[in-house]
């Protein structure tokens, strides 16, 4: 895509992208290596317009899957169109002789489908940069599902589970000193030559193998059945707080949006923590809410900007509830 840093620098220069040498390097490698590129920050600060650079830079087009609460895989990768889909079967129907068998296959065809930028992307007769805005907005069964089948049927879970992380040195200038290369099978030269990656062993096959089961596979799986209950008590907060705020301190405290995937105890106990001080200020704030007419609890919200189905954040919860509990304080002295 690029042939050096120098030839990405001038691209970005030339669409008024202005990048410093980090975000550059960045870039370059990740265009090498076809990795993904994760990007967070403010609004505004020019996430979604690098990709859009970046783009232009490679004389190619942006695909953009715009995420929110409440997506799903139909919206990512794509659905059949029914009303088509039976129309053809009415028609087909009036012939003499139908084939049922093909007229099925043919139903099941890509002309029959609607594809989303997930499949669009993947499509594309040269590369596209596939940009998926506001990741951390997609609910739970979004994540477990559309993605989880994209990988799967389109073979894109090669490159998360197969490929092995790259530690890449830079100079004092900050340039890598040397490029790597992505194996020939996680090309689509070589995966369609049927070039595959070798099997991983079993971790703990491997452990047997080497004699070392004892007594600290029974205290790694006391940790791991002590984390286990951790997280089942992580879960059961989501419809005790709300899952704005649940998957608020999640993002906050752990950097995820899953306590499976959390592998410290001690992080765990602190997301579990947070959450529990979250689930007492909002039996609070329902408390106080039940006490003041709905106007003034209007008012209360409307001054804070913080309405409690978009809470995402202790601070934010705890300025709600010390307002409303000062308006309940108020209504009882005037009372």
Known sequence: MFSSFEELGQRLRATGYIADSIAATTVYLAAKLQKPLLLEGPAGSGKTQLAYAVAEAADTYVERLQCYQGINDEKAIGKFDEPLQRLCVELKAQSISVDWESLRTELHSQQFFGAGPLLRALQCERPCVLLIDELDKVDHAFEAQAFKRALSCFGLGRYLYDTDGEWIELDQHGVPKRIPKLPRWATPKGWLA????????????????????????????????????????????????????????????????????????????????????????????????????????????????????KLEDLQTLHSLVVALEKEVEEAQTQG
């Open 194 to 309: 049927g070039l595959r990656p070798k099997p991983r062993r079993n971790r703990h096959a491997l452990l047997r193998s080497n004699g070392h089961c004892g007594k600290g596979d029974s205290a790694s799986q006391g940790a791991n059945g002590h984390g286990q209950g951790l997280v089942t008590e992580i879960e059961a907060m989501e419809k005790k707080i709300g899952n704005r705020l649940y998957r608020g301190l999640l993002k906050r405290v752990a950097r995820t949006w899953s306590p499976q995937q959390i592998r410290e105890t001690t992080v765990l106990k602190q997301v579990l923590a947070q959450m529990q001080g979250a689930e007492r200020g909002v039996l609070r704030m329902e408390a106080a809410r039940a006490r003041l007419a709905p106007e003034v609890v209007q008012k209360v919200i409307a001054s804070l900007k913080a309405p409690p189905a």
